[in-house]
């Protein structure tokens, strides 16, 4: 679903009263910043409204799309989050003689991190932080 595109809506402004024949240009483009995972669009868009005298008492508008109909996709990707995983070592029957060493990895994967236990303690905490993401 990653990539899925979820459609929107169309998107309405307000009617702009032009009182006068001519061309008029705008530039349309998202406001929204990005954050908090989401991406907004950055691309931007010409418009001209082009205003005649319809000769009947009354103008008429035409609008021509420059570069192509506006269209905005934001996306949403989560912001990585921190995982610290801990694990407690012990010996039993002798001291450790020098030290060991604990690995960390993936359930299917190389090993990411890894701690030493010293022979200097007979009980070591062993943490290292790793940055979750997620399966494929």
Known sequence: MADERIRGGEITFPPISIDKTGQYKYIVRETTPSGGGWIAEERSYRVNATVT????????AAIEYVDEYPEFVNTFAPEPCGVQI??????????????????????????????????ASASVGASAPVAASAPS
């Open 86 to 119: 801990i694990a407690h070592a012990d010996t039993v029957g002798a001291p450790l003689y020098n030290s060991a060493r604990v690995g960390m990895r993936p359930a299917s994967g190389s090993i990411r991190s890894s701690s030493t236990i010293r022979a």
């Open 53 to 60: 005298d319809g000769g009947d008492g009354k103008l008429d």
